[in-house]
Nanobody, 124 residues
């Protein structure tokens, strides 16, 4: 049974930082490309970024480029999202996802498994 479990969300002030973690179980973690998405109330799910299987390749949405960093530790079956210089518009539920294939990775439909998400709230 595949499980992805996010942690590390919370309330932070504008300009602050948070690090989210996503722990995977039930999969061969290093076989999957890992993505992060977010969804704010009343909005569609939005691509944040993804990281390749070995961690050597990352891609980010323009809205977070230069502020967010994705990394992974295949020995711990965990992917991380370091978020710096947070803004109120970053407030959302953040979810990690796992994809087998390297295709259309900015789209939620590319991902095979999803976590439940963790809330991030940035106060102004």
């Amino acid at each position: 049974q595949v499980q992805l479990e996010e942690s590390g969300g919370g309330l932070v002030q504008t300009g602050g930082s948070l690090r989210l973690s996503c722990a995977a179980s039930g999969v061969t973690f290093s076989n999957y490309i890992m993505g992060w998405f977010r969804q704010a109330p009343g909005k569609e799910r939005e691509f944040v970024g993804y990281i390749g299987r070995s961690g050597g390749s990352t891609t980010y949405a323009d809205s977070v480029k230069g502020r967010f960093t994705i990394s992974r530790d295949n020995g711990k079956n965990t992917v991380y999202l370091q978020m710096n210089s947070l803004k109120p518009e970053d407030t959302a539920v953040y979810s990690c996802a796992a994809a087998r294939r390297w295709t259309f990775l900015t789209q939620p439909s590319a991902y095979d498994y999803w976590g439940q998400g963790t809330q991030v709230t940035v106060s102004s």
